[in-house]
């Protein structure tokens, strides 16, 4: 969701040894980032739940946490597959640098011509490179999010692109 305060950083995974700490699966830009968190926040029933970091490290490309209040592998066990979520505040962004999450409702134009393709519904992090999943008037449409195709990036304005013929419409 555009704007939200809290963004999605990691997924528990597993549980890591017996003293509570937790195996993380990163959804930050680096696990780096996912492990200088000083706090992460658990959603419950419309309710975020701050949990301090009481230390975390890169294990491959995983986070290993230990979080204030989860103290042995039981406590740890009961979180297994929960979403954490990083405040925006927390996370600094470099000049020009944005959050996928900001995208998701953004136009999607054409770089030469102006016209709206569609909005912006998803943005898909695995492998080499994102993919933009796109709502058109045809349809759904997937995009990879690589220079040859997405020319400029404008959180305010929308997301310019020069697609290959009948990639995002059936021409």
């Known amino acids: 969701m555009a ?6 950083c990691g997924k528990i995974v597993n549980t890591h040894g ?18 200088s968190l000083k ?31 989860v103290s042995d592998m039981d406590a740890a066990m009961l979180l297994k597959n929960t979403l954490i979520y990083a405040d925006r505040e927390d996370i600094p962004l470099k000049n020009g640098a944005y ?6 409702g953004l136009d ?7 016209r709206i393709y569609g909005k912006l519904r998803e ?3 695995r492998g080499a490179s994102d993919i933009y999943v796109i709502d058109t008037p045809e349809g759904e ?23 290959i013929p009948g990639m995002l419409d059936e021409d």
Do not use: Q, W
């Open 3 to 8: 704007g939200a305060r809290y963004l999605e």
């Open 141 to 163: 449409r997937m995009m990879p999010a690589v220079p040859e195709f997405v020319k400029r990036v404008d959180v305010e304005s929308g997301i310019f692109v020069t697609p």
């Open 18 to 35: 017996v003293k509570g700490a937790v195996k993380v699966e990163n959804r930050c830009d680096t696990p780096k980032v996912l492990s």
């Open 99 to 104: 959050f996928l999450a900001d995208l998701e």
């Open 39 to 69: 706090r992460v926040f658990l959603h419950s029933a419309g309710v975020y739940t701050e949990k301090k970091v009481k230390n975390a490290s890169v294990f491959k490309e995983f986070v290993i946490m230990e979080l204030d209040g």
């Open 123 to 125: 943005v898909i992090n």
């Open 108 to 114: 999607v134009i054409d770089a030469e011509d102006g």
